[in-house]
């Protein structure tokens, strides 16, 4: 059973472990800083598919099968599936998992999946409901822009607070038997809609800033905690220009953010050399660079405990054509060391 | 604790009651055959709003209102939203539950999600994660035909085996407490994609019957029952073609369900009067089916037990363009009476 703490988070008795953690990656992420961390980089953004939404479905279905391969889990003793993409319905999600044959539980929480899907995995096992479960998140760069934006021969001009999708999947699978030198999901904190009036696709930063602040500050006060409790908070894709709204406001708040705050679409680009512009984002980005990045710190006690905060934004062609705000949502979820 | 059952169920230990359950529909509906028992009808599709999104959200915003009035809720109880649409991006469930100010869990399962939502939802519950949550799905014959057909001006011609889009919104309030006569979530049973292959996205029906085959038979398998342990089994949006394959699947096997299958798509129009082909679709058609016809029978006792299982298509315009398969989807919730 998990105990309620304060108005929206979940401290859970027997907190789920992480047995198994995997990302595949796109060309351009395998050039990036974190290039050499992530299990497989894929050469072809194709992924000897057709079109993009197969290659996304076929990164999905690759990144579960790693998973699997990797943890030395038996597909069958996965009990749930908890997964979701950017696309519309979710078909990414559906063509890639259909072959897995998991009782799946479809999620949309824009690029705050991998936290939503981490959240409800981690509800489940903790409470009895299931022994494995798998938590995953995809984006690809191809059909997001095809999606959103402008189609990708158009070649738009992008401004600068404009941030690029992460072509990538990252996958967990949550347990519960633990062992030393895995990292464990001790509590999270769910996110609710937060509208601010942001209207700006090429500043979906500036949209999330606000729900990432919601989020942070809502699990410091229902744990009673300030932030030197963690090592580091790390949003999912708030980019520069997000990045900095998220410490002013957490400044006049009293809280210094700034020594421990980590952005996933600031580390897994070279803003320089890649011409990325404010950032990666997409589901994809927060969940590659947990898996790659933040897991192993936690898992070799670099890191004892971080507050993973991947932060979504509310939008659809239709949404943002008719004129309306980009609400945003974020996902706190409480990653420890287990020494 | 929930006590896993079988290869995807669990059979809660404290089962969730439902204390408050609400619908909200749009004019067409309230002239069909169960028009007398939704909570509220609206004469304007539009619901007063400038678009179709926008009213599609301004009518979950109704709805969840209504529900919380009805049940005599205090909004600031209500620990989680589990909701979703079907739309691209959410976006009808994003801007309609946004004042609502409630930690919030976004899902997709095509017109399946009330199933996935009460699942979650009860799931929280019987945990001790939430003392009450609300789960809820809406659809609008507008928005989706804009979305995933054609125009409404351009007045195609639909085929026999077509559905029509539920303009409507439900929603219920899962709780710890029990009192007599009311309804309760026993357990549930998670459907998996299952693809066999349909492609014409004007009979869903065909494309949704081997999933909720799936998840019935997974049901009864699990629990170690037959077809006599309910009074019904109620899919959701299967309508006349669905439900006849879904019958000789089921009789394949040795279930006859005949006497005690019941389609919410049938149910809600008339399909003489109303011209709506092979029925009613959409996240909204099971869910305020649920609301307002099957759960004040169980809550009497006409019906002790049922199988709620709604059925969801997934494809997307970009997957039908592009020549995909529709995989289905179900998931199942088995309620029962409380004498």
């Given at each position: 059973m998990g105990q309620m703490k304060g108005k929206a988070s979940i401290e859970f008795d027997n907190p789920p472990v992480i047995i198994s953690a995997g990302a595949v990656v796109g060309r351009k992420e395998g050039q990036?800083?974190?290039?050499?961390?992530?299990?497989q980089v894929e050469q072809d953004d194709m992924f000897g598919k057709d079109n993009w939404e197969q290659a996304e479905s076929a990164m999905q279905k690759q990144t579960a099968d790693l998973v699997i391969e990797k943890g030395g889990i038996r597909k069958g003793d996965l009990r749930y599936l908890f997964a979701g993409d950017l696309l519309g319905q979710l078909i990414a999600t559906s063509f890639g998992t259909v072959d897995l044959e998991i009782p799946l539980f479809g999620l949309y929480g824009a690029c705050s999946t991998m936290g939503e899907a981490m959240s409800l995995g981690a509800m489940a096992v903790n409470a009895g409901y299931a022994k494995q479960v798998m938590s995953m998140a995809s984006s690809h760069f191809a059909t997001a822009e095809k999606q959103?934006?402008?189609?990708?021969?158009?070649?738009n001009q992008r401004p600068l607070s404009a941030t690029w999708t992460v072509t990538g999947c990252g996958a967990v699978v949550l347990a519960g038997d633990r062992k030393s030198g895995m990292a464990k999901i001790t509590g999270i904190t769910t996110g609710r809609m937060v509208d601010m009036g942001a209207k700006d696709s090429m500043n979906m930063g500036a949209a999330m800033a606000p729900a990432a602040f919601h989020t942070i500050e809502q699990n410091l006060e229902d744990f009673q905690i300030?932030?030197?409790?963690?090592?580091q908070i790390i949003t999912g894709d708030l980019g520069e220009v997000g990045r900095r709204i998220l410490l002013e406001f957490m400044k006049n708040k009293g809280h210094d953010l700034e020594p421990i705050l980590m952005d996933c679409g600031i580390e897994i680009y070279d803003k320089e050399q890649q011409d990325t512009h404010a950032g990666g984002s997409g589901c994809g980005c927060s969940a590659v660079t947990f898996c790659s990045y933040i897991l192993p710190k936690v898992q070799s006690g670099t890191w004892k405990r971080v507050l993973f905060v991947p932060t979504g934004a509310l939008l659809s062609t239709v949404s943002f054509n008719e004129g309306e705000t980009i609400p945003g949502i974020a996902h706190a979820v409480m990653i420890e060391h287990i020494e």
């Open positions: 990036g800083p974190l290039g050499a961390l992530f299990d959103f934006r402008f189609p990708l021969g158009y070649g300030n932030e030197s409790y963690y090592d």
